[in-house]
């Protein structure tokens, strides 16, 4: 599945002509109604993101750093369709189809499911192939675990069925947001393994995390805070920038 129609191998790290370009970015969320006497007076909107810009190009994948609150789950989401930026555009190459969004919500499973029925479902959801399910299920390390309901699933199988769903259909940008909380040290390396095999034929990955571990899977990094792009550059630097694992 990974050995698809993405193109031909690309170097990890060159971008000739970028997947996706995301320009000036701005979210606002109205904050909610507040009382002073008999009057309901709305606060200014909140700004999530501020005028970020990025690009993703074949072979990457880039990390986006930053603490809670910095805008790292929002900017996936505009970049995946799912919320409107308002102001800024985002573009994608001719061709290339809507990123997938891969999280690692538990609670997006039907729990009195197997494993392979919970992909089953979200495969009709996205138009994949059925037949992708036991390559991805294999790819994430749960070949064996495809007739457990997801009930009696650990955290970090369940982390796993989540990256699982999201390569169902072998989209050429895919976007991660924190996938890795719950996969032990093995899990973290299946990652990293699988990212390393999704981008060598010309595929892209956004990787939203706070784990320094993860850093040997990127190609660069960002550091947003307060919805603005303070760092961009080596996967290291960027996680100094960001302080992510530094005792606090």
Same mark, same amino acid.
């Given at each position: ?22 320009? =000036?970015?701005?979210?606002?969320? +109205? $904050?909610? %109604?507040? *009382?002073? @006497? /008999? ?5 200014? &909107? ?81 138009? =994949?192939?059925?037949?992708?399910? +036991? $390559?991805? %299920?294999? *790819?994430? @390390? /749960? ?5 457990? &309901? ?94 992510? @694992?530094?005792?606090?």
């Amino acid at each position: 599945m990974l050995d698809g129609s993405a193109g031909p191998p690309y170097t990890r790290g060159v971008a000739p002509t970028p997947l996706l370009t995301a320009t =000036a970015l701005t979210v606002r969320f +109205p $904050e909610p %109604l507040t *009382l002073r @006497g /008999l009057v309901g007076r709305r606060a200014p &909107p909140r700004t999530v993101l501020d005028g970020v810009g990025l690009t993703l190009g074949p072979g990457e994948v880039v990390g986006v750093l930053g603490s809670n609150g910095a805008g790292k789950s929002t900017l996936l989401r505009v970049l995946a369709g799912l919320v409107a930026p308002s102001d800024g555009v985002v573009e994608r190459a001719a061709g290339v189809s809507a990123p997938a969004l891969g999280v690692a919500d538990e609670r997006s499973f039907h729990w009195r499911l197997t494993v392979a029925q919970n992909l089953h479902f979200f495969a009709e959801l996205q138009g =994949a192939a059925r037949a992708a399910v +036991p $390559e991805v %299920l294999a *790819l994430v @390390g /749960l070949a064996d675990k495809a007739d457990v &309901p997801v009930r009696i699933c650990s955290s970090g199988m369940r982390a796993r069925l989540g990256l699982a769903r999201a390569l169902l259909r072998a989209p050429a940008l895919l976007l991660l947001d924190e996938v890795e909380r719950g996969l032990d040290a093995e899990g973290r390396a299946r990652l990293t393994a699988v990212l390393d095999e999704y981008t060598t034929r010309g595929r892209a990955v956004l990787l939203a995390t706070h784990d320094p571990a993860m850093a040997t899977a990127m190609t660069r990094a960002l550091v947003l805070r307060a919805g603005r792009v303070v760092f961009e550059g080596a996967p290291a630097a960027a996680f100094q920038v960001s302080g992510a @694992g530094r005792a606090t």
